[in-house]
């Protein structure tokens, strides 16, 4: 009888340990069941602050279309605008100075090598590898301009390129059948255009301008971080473009028309033709509606050559959350955000992938695009400002008669920018 009890505490005992192992096991598998759950909990909320500038209503309701889808992509992430009204550039560098920047700010190409120097942006190469970004689809003379040893610095959300914008009905009463496409063509079609008051071309005594002819003539500004203004074939080009307008007559500044800028010369009927970019296409549409015109690339020097105007989207390097503002950044200058830039007509995307979108919605203005291929950033590295004072100097003098050449006008630049 006691052996039985015996055998009976054994069993019991048995039993109890195997329920325990049970229990254990469940509660383990309970435990590792729950650990997922608590990885899959919401995202961290975050709030990131987006600089732009003050612009029109129209691009600003560009970004507001582009954060809402934003938005139901990353529910986590808050977005909200800063724009910076007055002196963008001076703004955003103090409140740099302060650490109060956005974390994601537009930057544009020509001021954009001082703050690439200084170091207070956020290198992207190694973004753009980890979340597998298309680099490749954008522009490369865009993404050029954002390049500082090495490194990408900003990824081009949308760009412009210099046109030749032209009076249809003008050129219909010249007998003239189409644009200039080579610089003979260009003053012998503004001689015919001439007339009374109105002058063939309305032409801005400014390097953002003129450069696009240096770089037709095989020359250039800038290099290598050193300044080259008084280049032989720069002197060639000033010297073609200003005697558009001293030797010619055929074409004259709008200070000298008696306007503020070439768009409206050219709206007001006072210029037959005009250098312009994208942005000429609205100011057209509320200052001259009823006027026809159309568009064409720049006649030709020795070869092809515009400029480009970019900006882009750069990460203040102290932002808190950078691979959310990465993310932001990506989206914004995506296909998807970029293709209602394209609906919107207001400049040209700057992915490739969406040129041919641009020409199908818009096929009067390829133009642009054609001229994105041997377009050149306008941007001088570091001397920046300094270069496009000494060039529109340069410019002035031989246009006001204060330089016997162009020649001697870029030899007196080059030595201001070297002081």
């Known amino acids: 009888m006691k052996r039985f009890y015996g055998v009976l505490l054994i069993m019991v005992m048995l039993i109890g340990t195997i329920l325990s192992g049970c229990s ?44 809402a889808l934003f938005k139901e992509k990353y529910p986590n992430i808050t977005v909200e605008i800063e724009t910076i009204v007055g002196d963008y550039m001076q703004k955003l560098q103090a409140e740099m100075a302060a650490n109060t920047a956005p974390d994601v700010f ?73 644009p200039p496409t080579n610089w003979g063509e260009l003053r012998s079609v503004a001689q015919k255009l001439t007339k009374d008051s109105v002058k063939g071309i309305v032409l801005s005594s400014d390097v953002a301008r003129f450069d696009a002819f240096i770089h037709q003539n095989g020359g250039y500004l800038f290099k290598d971080g050193q300044a080259a203004l008084n280049l032989p074939q720069n002197a060639e080009a000033l010297d073609y473009y200003t005697g558009l307008i001293v030797k010619d007559k055929v074409a004259d500044t709008p200070q000298n028309i008696g306007v503020g800028w070439n768009g409206d010369a050219f709206a007001e009927g006072k210029a037959a033709m005009a250098i312009e970019g994208g942005w000429m296409i609205p100011f057209l549409k509320d200052k001259s509606p009823d006027l026809q015109y159309g568009m064409a690339e720049l006649p030709a020097g020795k070869q092809k050559a515009t400029m480009s105007f970019t900006v882009a989207y750069a990460m203040n390097q102290k932002s808190q959350h950078k691979d959310e503002a990465f993310a932001l950044l990506s989206f914004l200058t995506g296909r998807e955000a970029q293709q209602i830039v394209v609906d919107s007509g207001l400049a040209m995307p700057s992915r490739i992938s969406l040129f041919d979108a641009y020409k199908e919605k818009y096929p009067e203005r390829a133009a642009f695009i054609e001229g994105a291929d041997y377009s050149v950033p306008y941007q001088y590295g570091l001397l920046g400002t300094n270069l496009q004072k000494a060039a529109n100097n340069a410019s002035d003098a031989v246009i006001m008669g204060q330089a016997k050449s162009a020649q001697e006008a870029l030899d007196a630049a080059q030595k201001e920018v070297a002081q």
């Open 24 to 67: 254990t096991g469940n509660q383990n598998a309970q435990e590792q069941t729950n650990q997922p759950a608590e990885q899959e909990t919401a995202p961290e909320a975050v709030t990131l602050k987006l600089g732009i500038w003050s612009s029109s209503p129209a691009e600003k309701k560009i970004v507001e279309d582009q954060l």
């Open 106 to 178: 537009y930057l544009d190409s020509m001021p954009a090598p001082q703050l690439m120097d200084a170091g207070v942006l956020e290198p992207l190469d190694e973004y753009v590898t980890k979340n597998s970004v298309d680099i490749e689809d954008f522009q490369p003379q865009l993404l050029d301009a954002f390049r500082w040893n090495g490194k990408l610095y900003g990824i081009p959300k949308d760009f412009n390129t210099l046109v030749l914008f032209y009076n249809k009905k003008m050129f219909e009463d010249a007998n003239i059948a189409q």
